[in-house]
Nanobody
Framework: QVQLVESGGGLVQPGGSLRLSCAAS????????MGWYRQAPGKQRELVAK???????NYADSVEGRFTISRDNAKNTVYLQMNSLQPEDTAVYYC???????????????WGQGTLVTVSS
């Protein structure tokens, strides 16, 4: 019913930047929170950043000041601008969306397929 399509991952050198995008489509009634999580090899999935429908944001301490989350409600899309990337940012990044859908009307939490970000020289 709802699909999330992520893009923007890749290989970047330390100190570089990347921008991730995640577009939601389907029988969407309203999107509440949109967020990005990441999972590094051998580690648990962790929250990177999230943004509410009104624009309020939360960041992990490790990315505060380097990453910026934003959303375009008209396009049902969330972005993650990542600057000053470091090797420890290497992980698979997952988009996560909390939303209401129709037919039938209910609340859902949906995950993207993940996009790999590799920070290496």
């Amino acid at each position: 019913q709802v699909q999330l399509v992520e893009s923007g991952g890749g290989l970047v050198q330390p100190g570089g930047s990347l921008r991730l995008s995640c577009a939601a489509s389907g029988n969407i009634f309203r999107i509440n929170v949109m967020g990005w999580y990441r999972q590094a090899p051998g580690k648990q999935r962790e929250l990177v950043a999230k943004i509410g429908s009104g624009g309020s944001t939360n960041y992990a301490d490790s990315v505060e000041g380097r990453f910026t989350i934003s959303r375009d409600n008209a396009k049902n899309t969330v972005y993650l601008q990542m600057n000053s990337l470091q090797p420890e940012d290497t992980a698979v990044y997952y988009c996560n969306v909390d939303l209401w859908v129709t037919h039938p009307y209910r609340s859902l939490e949906v995950w993207g397929q993940g996009t790999l970000v590799t920070v290496s020289s």
